[in-house]
């Protein structure tokens, strides 16, 4: 396997490292949170796992009210929104009154904050104990436990909904268009801290009773939908994806049957001496017929080992060693001719010849 295909893969499996932990959904973040997610005194989540027991169908919502179908049940716990100028239940209510209207039914849970103006509604504070009733419902009154309970200051009802001592009712529902809202003062009883006290837990389960089983809203806290590669890329495209993959595949393999790999041979490595070069020059001489040339070659590369041998001479100039080989006694005439006068073979025996008597003068002298 070869360097490039072993990085490619370890690339590979990297972005996928990568692409996993980024759609990932991380739970344990979300402990501390005071959503259904929290396992914390703030958070809500045993309130979730208690509807879950029951075999209740419940789940949680991350769509946007207008995307909600239109006979959904939906609980809003201590929502909160900000929108142009305008900030928390205001803004909230305004954004569900539409989907509302369509015939959607909203249990919106309040806050101490919470701003109940845009359907009329304002809030007080109740005695630490009371009962409290759903309207409309036939179901018992529920003791509700909470510190400085908060209920809606709309006067006394006379038809049994109200909710502590001084009349003033906990849950409060309102018909607007097709749809209702129920509107409930205090959202603290849905706490972790606060579901096993009194009749709190019940009076849970009396709210899915009475409107239906809810899904629990969690885009107003801020969160999304967690989906996976597969949801954003879509089955089809997926699809599509892997053909797309297996005809490069198949293409890839015909190329290669079609068109084999070129083997590159190694070149035969000749030991690098002078008289290898000599041969090599001789042989593309020999083709072109410039026998003097090849000589010419040869006896630059002769000149240049006799002067090599004699060691002291190579540091004399061309002149001064032609000069001192004239008066060497081995040099004969024949010698001479070839390697001082500068004489060029015109014929390939001519050349051997000159060849022979250059390198029997070699021997003599070495």
């Known amino acids: 396997m070869s360097t490039r295909v072993v990085i490619s893969v370890l690339v590979t499996i990297g972005v996928l490292t990568v692409l996993n932990f980024w759609f990932y959904s991380r739970r344990d973040t979300m402990a501390e949170s005071p959503t259904s997610l929290g396992r914390g005194a703030?958070?809500?989540?045993?309130?979730?796992?208690?509807?879950?027991?029951?075999?209740?169908?419940?789940?949680?919502?991350?769509?946007?009210?207008?995307?909600?179908?239109?006979?959904?049940?939906?609980?809003?716990?201590?929502?909160?929104?900000?929108?142009?100028?305008?900030?928390?239940?205001?803004?909230?209510?305004?954004?569900?009154?539409?989907?509302?209207?369509?015939?959607?039914?909203?249990?919106?849970?309040?806050?101490?904050?919470?701003?109940?103006?845009?359907?009329?509604?304002?809030?007080?504070?109740?005695?630490?104990?009371f009962a409290a009733v759903i309207p409309g419902a036939q179901l018992p009154e529920r003791s509700v436990e909470l510190d400085e309970p908060r209920v809606f200051s709309v006067g006394d009802l006379s038809d049994g909904d109200v909710s502590d001592e001084s009349g003033l009712p906990f849950v409060v529902e309102l018909s607007l268009g097709s749809g209702k809202l129920v509107a409930v003062a205090d959202h603290r009883f849905l706490l972790n801290a606060r579901l096993d006290a009194a009749d709190n837990s019940i009076f849970a389960v009396d709210l899915v009773r009475a409107y239906g089983v809810p899904r629990v809203d969690e885009r107003f806290h801020g969160l999304r939908?967690?989906?996976?590669?597969?949801?954003?890329?879509?089955?089809?495209?997926?699809?599509?994806?892997?053909?797309?993959?297996?005809?490069?595949?198949?293409?890839?393999?015909?190329?290669?049957?079609?068109?084999?790999?070129?083997?590159?041979?190694?070149?035969?490595?000749?030991?690098?001496?002078?008289?290898?070069?000599?041969?090599?020059?001789?042989?593309?001489?020999?083709?072109?017929?410039?026998?003097?040339?090849?000589?010419?070659?040869?006896?630059?590369?002769?000149?240049?080992?006799?002067?090599?041998?004699?060691?002291?001479?190579?540091?004399m100039s061309d002149r001064e060693f032609e000069n001192r080989m004239r008066r060497d006694p081995a040099l004969d005439a024949e010698v001479a001719r070839w390697l001082l006068d500068g004489e060029l073979p015109t014929k390939r025996g001519e050349m051997v010849q000159a060849v022979r008597v250059l390198e029997r003068f070699a021997e003599m002298r070495g």
């Open 225 to 315: 939908e967690t989906r996976s590669l597969l949801d954003v890329v879509g089955v089809g495209r997926l699809w599509l994806l892997v053909l797309s993959l297996c005809l490069l595949s198949l293409v890839a393999v015909w190329s290669r049957q079609r068109w084999p790999a070129r083997m590159l041979q190694e070149p035969e490595v000749i030991e690098a001496s002078l008289r290898s070069f000599v041969e090599a020059l001789a042989g593309h001489y020999h083709r072109v017929r410039e026998h003097g040339a090849v000589f010419q070659a040869y006896r630059e590369g002769f000149l240049h080992r006799l002067r090599r041998q004699r060691g002291r001479d190579e540091r």
């Open 42 to 129: 703030h958070g809500y989540g045993a309130l979730y796992d208690l509807l879950d027991e029951l075999d209740l169908e419940v789940e949680r919502s991350y769509l946007r009210p207008e995307k909600l179908r239109g006979d959904a049940v939906v609980w809003f716990v201590a929502p909160h929104r900000q929108r142009g100028g305008l900030r928390g239940g205001k803004a909230v209510l305004e954004d569900l009154r539409p989907w509302v209207e369509r015939g959607g039914t909203a249990v919106v849970f309040g806050g101490e904050h919470f701003n109940w103006s845009p359907v009329a509604l304002e809030l007080a504070e109740s005695s630490e104990d």
